[in-house]
C-alpha cells in the first residue's frame, strides 16, 4: 500500500490557528463571543487560550476601560499568545492551570473555555474555578465536542466505526464531555441559559486529516491492535482518494451564576 499514515503530532500552536481560521471555527466561536454579551469595560476570562486566538476579539468588546486574561499552562503557547497581543493593551496573559486561576475570585464578569475540558484532569473541578472568579450575575461560555458523534464516510464502514469508538476510548481523555456541559454547568452552581448543537463538517480530506489526526491515529490503532493493518491501510487510502466526508458535533453552552 503505497499510501503513507501520518504518525507525528503537528505543532500544537499551528495546529490550534489553522482550526480556528477554517469557516466552521470561525462560525462557532464568533458565535459563543456573541452569546456571552461581552461589553465595554467588562473583565473577560479565556481559559486555556492557547495561541490567543480569540483574545483580540475579547480585546476589542471590553474596549479601552476592560481587561482580558488569556489563561494557559503551555510556555509555547503563552510565547505565541503575548506575541500576537503584544498590541494590546487590554489584554494580560498568565500561565496557571485551570483547576486552579490565577485570578481574584468574583473579578471576572465574562469567561469562555473552548475545547479545553476534553483534556483537562477534572471538568468538574474547573467549573468549580469558573464559578469561583465569576462575579454574581457574570456569565460563563463553553463548548466542547462530542467524539462519539464522529462520523467519516467511508465503504468498510466497520473501520469508520472502529476509529471512532478509538478516539473516544483511547485518545481523548473526555471525549463525551461535550454533551455534559449543561449539567456540570448546572452542578457548578450556574444557571444555564443557552444549550446549542454544531456540526462541524469536513469535505477536504487533507484538512480532515489535520484536524482530525485521521493518518496517525488509524496508525495508532493499528499498532494497538484495535484497526487490522491491512485493512486500516485501504481504509485511510480510499478516504484520500475521495469524494471525502466527515463531521462531528460541538455543543456550546452559556450559564450565568446567580446573584443571589
Same mark, same amino acid.
Given at each position: 500500500?503505497?499510501?503513507?499514515?501520518?504518525?507525528?503530532?503537528?505543532?500544537?500552536?499551528?495546529?490550534?490557528?489553522?482550526?480556528?481560521?477554517?469557516?466552521?471555527?470561525?462560525?462557532?466561536?464568533?458565535?459563543?463571543?456573541?452569546?456571552?454579551?461581552?461589553?465595554?469595560?467588562?473583565?473577560?476570562?479565556?481559559?486555556?487560550?492557547?495561541?490567543?486566538?480569540?483574545?483580540?476579539?475579547?480585546?476589542? =468588546? &471590553?474596549?479601552? +476601560?476592560?481587561?482580558?486574561?488569556? %489563561?494557559?499552562?503551555?510556555?509555547?503557547? @503563552? *510565547?505565541?499568545?503575548? /506575541?500576537?497581543?503584544?498590541?494590546?493593551?487590554?489584554?494580560?496573559?498568565?500561565?496557571?492551570?485551570?483547576?486552579?486561576?490565577?485570578?481574584?475570585?468574583?473579578?471576572?464578569? =465574562? &469567561?469562555?473555555? +473552548?475545547?479545553?475540558?476534553?483534556? %483537562?484532569?477534572?471538568?468538574?473541578?474547573? @467549573? *468549580?474555578?469558573?464559578? /469561583?472568579?465569576?462575579?454574581?450575575?457574570?456569565?460563563?461560555?463553553?463548548?466542547?465536542?462530542?467524539?462519539?458523534?464522529?462520523?467519516?464516510?467511508?465503504?468498510?464502514?466497520?473501520?469508520?466505526?472502529?476509529?471512532?469508538?478509538?478516539?473516544?476510548?483511547?485518545?481523548?481523555?473526555?471525549?463525551?464531555?461535550?454533551?455534559? /456541559?449543561?449539567?456540570?454547568?448546572?452542578?457548578?452552581?450556574?444557571?444555564?441559559?443557552?444549550?446549542?448543537?454544531?456540526?462541524?463538517?469536513?469535505?477536504?480530506?487533507?484538512?480532515?486529516?489535520?484536524?482530525?489526526?485521521?493518518?496517525?491515529?488509524?496508525?495508532?490503532?493499528?499498532?494497538?491492535?484495535?484497526?487490522?493493518?491491512?485493512?486500516?491501510?485501504?481504509?485511510?487510502?480510499?478516504?484520500?482518494?475521495?469524494?471525502?466526508?466527515?463531521?462531528?458535533?460541538?455543543?456550546?453552552?452559556?450559564?450565568?451564576?446567580?446573584?443571589?
Amino acid at each position: 500500500m503505497s499510501m503513507t499514515l501520518g504518525v507525528s503530532r503537528p505543532d500544537q500552536a499551528a495546529y490550534m490557528l489553522r482550526a480556528a481560521a477554517a469557516d466552521a471555527g470561525r462560525a462557532y466561536k464568533r458565535e459563543l463571543i456573541d452569546l456571552l454579551d461581552v461589553r465595554p469595560g467588562h473583565t473577560a476570562l479565556d481559559v486555556g487560550c492557547g495561541p490567543g486566538t480569540d483574545l483580540s476579539a475579547l480585546a476589542e =468588546r &471590553v474596549g479601552p +476601560d476592560g481587561t482580558v486574561f488569556g %489563561v494557559d499552562r503551555d510556555p509555547a503557547m @503563552l *510565547a505565541e499568545a503575548r /506575541l500576537r497581543t503584544d498590541a494590546l493593551p487590554a489584554v494580560e496573559i498568565r500561565e496557571g492551570d485551570a483547576h486552579a486561576l490565577p485570578v481574584e475570585p468574583g473579578t471576572v464578569d =465574562r &469567561v469562555k473555555t +473552548d475545547r479545553v475540558l476534553m483534556h %483537562v484532569a477534572e471538568p468538574a473541578d474547573v @467549573l *468549580a474555578q469558573l464559578h /469561583l472568579v465569576t462575579r454574581p450575575g457574570g456569565l460563563i461560555g463553553l463548548t466542547e465536542p462530542d467524539w462519539d458523534t464522529l462520523a467519516v464516510d467511508a465503504e468498510d464502514l466497520e473501520t469508520s466505526r472502529a476509529f471512532t469508538r478509538y478516539t473516544t476510548s483511547r485518545l481523548v481523555r473526555h471525549a463525551t464531555v461535550g454533551r455534559g /456541559l449543561a449539567r456540570l454547568a448546572a452542578r457548578a452552581g450556574f444557571t444555564v441559559e443557552t444549550v446549542l448543537a454544531t456540526t462541524s463538517v469536513f469535505r477536504d480530506f487533507q484538512d480532515a486529516d489535520h484536524t482530525l489526526g485521521l493518518g496517525r491515529n488509524v496508525q495508532r490503532a493499528i499498532k494497538d491492535g484495535v484497526i487490522d493493518e491491512t485493512r486500516g491501510r485501504r481504509w485511510f487510502a480510499a478516504l484520500s482518494e475521495g469524494p471525502f466526508f466527515a463531521s462531528f458535533t460541538l455543543i456550546s453552552v452559556v450559564g450565568r451564576r446567580p446573584v443571589s
